[in-house]
């Protein structure tokens, strides 16, 4: 099965599961209640900001409207509070947790760290990203639809590490043939965005609710260019432009437009198998092992609700996006679609992860 079939099929079966009937009714409530959401990254990022959209909707939508606090337990570019949370059995729904791309693939990648099995938690959302990279106003001058004049610019990234959800940027850099040197050990996408903000990076990439939540300013005020979109799956398994940011080229149309910068092969087929598994499923809302079923229908049917108000969609398009969301057998299906990928995909990625940074995943 080819990989835009596989990425088309895992997709379309999670938006199809999104038509099964709301679970029923049960005498959950939460009145009185704090929610505890844990993000597994710094306040300052782009899971932080999808956090904070979702929370007082959550709120609103579950019974006996709970107050839903978002905090935050960053460290090891979130495996140490997936860690933490594999370790959780609250029974009475008052701990949700949120997980990224970057905390996805170092499950893929079965990186050492890892110590928590994303089939023991219980998915109530799942919704969609893009994103956005983007040079600084003086390299952005250079840019001209392709990388052939960004080739000799030797660059400098704010990233999380090379296993996590900046291995897609990373790895479209050195596709397109560009000099990027990574400063590893930031704790989220939005410690990136102050590093760039500073001087410190001249080049950034944020998910969509980072880049309109921060670095659209940058754009708006000539500090930063955009670059290009990781784009968007159509039902066909294509990538094309991302629903959010229809004026900006993705990837491959970039690398299409780049000398030396091939969209098949071996290559290509990585990284786009990678970007299936972190973008159109990207962030996650699970409740904890153990947790009784009336209570993850009480959060399914209140997603469903948040989802279904009549002002969601002018809402999310200008804080997270215009992407899907998916929510009760959809966020199942959905979450199959994020912690997959080829066999030839992960071992692309491993040995290309061993050479240009010696990083060794057994």
């Known amino acids: 099965m080819t990989i835009s079939k596989c990425a088309r099929n895992a997709v379309a079966g999670a938006i199809a599961s999104a038509a099964l009937a709301l679970p029923a009714a049960a005498d959950v409530d939460?009145?009185?209640?704090?929610?505890?959401?844990?993000?597994?990254?710094?306040?300052?990022?782009?899971?932080?900001?999808?956090?904070?959209?979702?929370?007082?909707?959550?709120?609103?939508?579950?019974?006996?409207?709970?107050?839903?606090?978002?905090?935050?337990?960053?460290?090891?570019?979130?495996?140490?509070?997936?860690?933490?949370f594999q370790g959780q059995e609250h029974k009475d729904g008052t701990l949700l947790f949120g997980t990224s791309g970057s905390t996805q693939f170092p499950y893929l990648l079965s990186d050492p760290r890892v110590r928590y099995e994303y089939n023991d938690w219980n998915p109530v959302m799942a919704s969609g990203t893009g994103g956005v990279a983007y040079l600084n106003a003086e390299d952005g001058a250079k840019f001209d639809g392709s990388a052939n004049m960004l080739q000799d610019v030797d660059f400098i990234y704010g990233s999380q590490g090379a296993t996590r959800l900046d291995l897609v940027p990373l790895l479209a850099w050195k596709m397109l043939g560009m000099n990027v040197e990574p400063v590893f050990g930031i704790k989220g996408r939005g410690d990136g965005r102050l590093m760039f903000?500073?001087?410190?990076?001249?080049?950034?990439?944020?998910?969509?609710?980072?880049?309109?939540?921060?670095?659209?300013?940058?754009?708006?005020?000539?500090?930063?260019?955009?670059?290009?979109?990781?784009?968007?799956?159509?039902?066909?398994?294509?990538?094309?432009?991302?629903?959010?940011?229809?004026?900006?080229?993705?990837?491959?149309?970039?690398?299409?437009?780049?000398?030396?910068?091939?969209?098949?092969?071996?290559?290509?087929?990585?990284?786009?198998?990678?970007?299936?598994?972190?973008?159109?499923?990207?962030?996650?809302?699970?409740?904890?092992?153990?947790?009784?079923?009336?209570?993850?229908?009480?959060?399914?049917?209140?997603?469903?609700?948040?989802?279904?108000?009549?002002?969601?969609?002018?809402?999310?398009?200008?804080?997270?996006?215009?992407?899907?969301?998916?929510?009760?057998?959809?966020?199942?299906?959905?979450?199959g679609t994020a912690t997959n990928v080829p066999d030839s995909a992960k071992a692309y990625v491993v040995n290309w992860l061993k050479e240009d940074y010696g990083v060794e995943l057994k």
Do not use: H
Request: hydrophobic share 40%; glycine share 10%; aromatic share 12%.
């Open 30 to 84: 939460f009145s009185g209640k704090t929610i505890e959401w844990v993000i597994p990254f710094s306040e300052t990022g782009g899971s932080a900001k999808w956090a904070n959209f979702f929370a007082p909707l959550l709120s609103e939508a579950l019974p006996g409207e709970p107050t839903v606090v978002v905090k935050f337990m960053p460290g090891a570019g979130s495996t140490k509070g997936a860690n933490w």
């Open 197 to 335: 903000e500073r001087g410190e990076a001249t080049i950034d990439y944020q998910t969509t609710s980072g880049y309109l939540g921060g670095s659209a300013a940058l754009v708006e005020e000539g500090k930063a260019v955009p670059m290009m979109t990781w784009g968007a799956l159509d039902a066909e398994g294509n990538v094309v432009r991302d629903p959010t940011f229809p004026d900006i080229p993705t990837f491959k149309e970039v690398c299409d437009a780049t000398d030396g910068c091939d969209t098949s092969g071996v290559e290509w087929d990585a990284w786009k198998a990678f970007f299936v598994a972190g973008f159109p499923v990207q962030k996650l809302a699970f409740l904890p092992a153990g947790t009784p079923q009336d209570i993850v229908d009480a959060y399914t049917s209140a997603f469903l609700d948040v989802v279904a108000r009549d002002d969601f969609a002018d809402l999310s398009v200008k804080r997270v996006g215009k992407y899907k969301v998916f929510t009760g057998g959809s966020a199942n299906a959905a979450l």
